[in-house]
């Protein structure tokens, strides 16, 4: 079988914004790195201080409320990581550092559209390292009441079923079923924005979210219609939002996961607890490379399921 390479960005690429919950405006750097790195957050800007590195994986994770956060609260950290995260794992970038000047990812347009064409711009190449997969042996599931979120095994790379349950008409029941792959997500979820009611609106300033949240990067609704005039990217926009919310919290694992995940009813909080459980138990997955080869009691990773993570770009 031929082996999948790790992969990073072939050049840097510089991107600014605000951030959609604390206003403040921010720059991205993406950088290549080494093999082995993975993704690492480099907070820069910090008064008096050096900058500060932290690891994009899930044991750094210090808040899931509207957004993922990463880091020491009483040193630096960096929220509303999801989003690029997402187009790093959708587009299978296995190693980047990414410098921010401030304590949020600009949130663009509210999807990683702006993230992928950042990546597009620059491009990518594949590294002599193998690259290495997390394969989930035996189901892991986590419930909060009529919630849940799950990891299990499966034979075809990474797989995700979403499903959300709104009261309100205007997005009810929704279910999103896809295989990860490069194409799919730019197909299929890159696109769809994060979105809020109005009636939250004067509880979250008060909590200090939402701050700098608009109609040019959130899809508003009130209890009848949407706000945006120029309507919804997809029809259901809103469990494919949840879906890339998703993929970004799951990179969280630290290497591309060979499984399937299913929740209904999730969140930033289930999608990080579920990996938490994933890797209390030992007997719940391994670590693989694509190019190991077959070993007692063990499969080889699939060709389809390295070809389920390779860059579509070189």
């Known amino acids: 079988m031929k082996p999948a390479g790790q992969t990073t960005l072939a050049d840097r690429v510089r991107l600014s914004g605000i951030g ?44 899931t409320e509207l957004c993922t956060v990463i880091g020491d609260p009483s040193s630096a950290t960096v929220s509303t990581i999801e989003h690029l995260l997402a187009a790093f794992a959708g587009l299978g970038i296995d190693n980047a550092i990414v410098e921010v000047d401030g304590p949020e990812v600009p949130i663009m347009d509210g999807s990683a559209a702006a993230f992928v064409d950042a990546i597009d711009q620059v491009g990518t190449i594949t590294q002599a390292a193998p690259r290495r997969y997390l394969r989930v042996l035996k189901t892991v599931r986590i419930e909060n009441g009529r919630a849940f979120s799950e990891l299990r095994p499966s034979s075809d790379g990474f797989r995700l ?5 709104f009261a309100t008409n205007i997005i009810g029941r929704q279910t999103l079923s896809m295989l990860l792959t490069p194409q799919n997500f730019r197909r299929e979820i890159a696109r769809a924005r994060t979105f809020g009611f109005l009636r939250d609106v004067e509880r979250l300033w008060k ?22 005039p120029e309507g919804l990217r997809y029809g259901d926009e809103f469990v494919r939002h949840k879906t890339l ?61 390295a070809a389920a993570f390779a860059p579509d770009r070189t």
């Open 207 to 228: 909590a200090g979210f939402a701050l700098g949240a608009s109609l040019e990067n959130t899809v508003a609704l009130d209890e009848t219609r949407i706000l945006n």
């Open 161 to 165: 079923e979403v499903e959300i349950d």
């Open 20 to 63: 959609v919950h604390s206003n403040a405006t921010a720059s991205l750097n993406l950088l290549p790195a080494d093999a082995h790195t993975g993704v690492v957050f480099r907070r820069t800007g910090l008064k008096g201080l050096p900058d500060r590195e932290i690891r994009a994986q899930w044991s750094n994770v210090s808040m």
């Open 245 to 305: 919310d998703a993929v970004g919290d799951l990179a969280l694992a630290g290497a591309p996961i060979l499984g399937a995940y299913r929740s209904y009813c999730g969140g930033h909080k289930m999608n990080v607890s579920v990996l938490e459980a994933l890797f209390a138990d030992e007997t719940a997955y391994e670590f693989v490379e694509a190019s190991r080869p077959r070993v007692a009691g063990r499969a080889p990773v699939q060709a389809a399921a």
